[in-house]
């Protein structure tokens, strides 16, 4: 039947046959089946669709769509209604499916079935009416624009368009996805205070462990690896299901600040919808990210653009920026970089304690761009000329402020525990190690060729 015929003639068990506009997150049901929601359209309902609930013994059984705009078919599933919407309930016993490639296919054989479907001589006639209407129209039209990362907004629940990077559980029972789309996310203020850093440091990343250089390596080096939080009211027994690789529209995702680092939050409600290699989203994506690799300026943040702030000079104002990402993953443990960062605390916080004793200077910085956070030490003569010598505290003090965003009132004083927002600033960073037969786990960032002039 039609889709829209099917919706008429409730409480019947029907055939139906249409295009994969949605999935949800597959789940446990209250009993012990598995079950998921996929929305499908065709010609005679393309406006809103319709939604079939399948339950199934585990989540292998359920329908694994690889492609939003692939089709599917369903065998005698029961139409019914949930308040004012009509949709269909597809019954393990008796139900079953197939998955067919969408428009983008060039043969009729399903690349899933459930284990009691039954091919017919005229299921290759549906599918290729269907592909044939898939190529002449946009059952996306009208479909709100999914968000990049350059645009969320904390608090927001947003659509975003994003591939999967990787997919892990970093403590027993808590998982995240690694996301990205070639752009940056904006940067936030820090609310941190400046005096609790030695004792609780702002965290490197939102995981409690840093993941391992085998994974880091394979990450792209430009744009922000957006780490996604798993609801604990979702099941977390479907991600498994999620294909690292893979293009997917995240539809009411949550974008949330945390520790100055932004994550996003998958709720229960939260859909998704593969997305074709071939699809013009994609393409736009992976095309915009190429540029930017290939520019001499475009590794900068996108937010310090047309320049970062002057408060800083290097010895080196030609030399190619590159990402806090490129460093951490450069396959020598020792080099020097160039990068545009904000300068998101430091230890100690005080002016006064900048210097040891015996004058020699002494601090830790905590970097940040869009990709990554590092530690960097100012030390013994490269801070000499950060610093510019050993100017009077209250200059240190000033140049701390302009240095970290810290806010002041009118006659120069201190606003205490107001946000930060600390500028984009160039500096120059060399990598080094401290035990020999350790050379990775004991690699080290310092400041170096860097003056903090204002």
Sequence with gaps: MAIEDAMASLNQKVNIIGVVVEMGMPKRSKGTDCFCTVKIVDQSHRSSGISVNVFAENM??????ESAGDIIQFSHVVMKTHGQDVNAVFNKKFSSFAIFEGKYGEDFSPYQVSSNFRPRDQD???VKDLRKWLADSEIDKGMKEPLSLREIREGERVDLFCKILHICEVTKDEWIIFVWDGTDTPPVSVQTVLEDEMDNPLPLQLESLPLSRDILCTFPTVGTILRVIVDQGSEKLSLHLLKVGKW????????EVQAGLWRGVLMPSTKLRYMPDADLLVSQRQRFYDERLSSKWERMPLSSFPWPSRITETDYEHVPVVTLMDV???SEVTAKFK???????IVPWRAEDFCSPPGTYRTRLTLEDPTARIHAFVHAEDGEKFFEGYPPVDVLKRKRNKLLGIAESDDGNEINNAPRNPPWVQ?????YYLVKGDVWGSRR???FGTRLVT
């Design 339 to 345: 990068c545009v960062v904000r300068v998101a605390a």
């Design 248 to 255: 997917v529209r995240f539809l009411k995702i949550i974008c």
């Design 328 to 330: 951490v993953t450069h």
């Design 60 to 65: 292998e059984k359920l329908p694994h769509v």
């Design 427 to 431: 500096c120059c960073i060399k990598s």
């Design 445 to 447: 960032y310092r400041i």
């Design 124 to 126: 290759k006639k549906f």
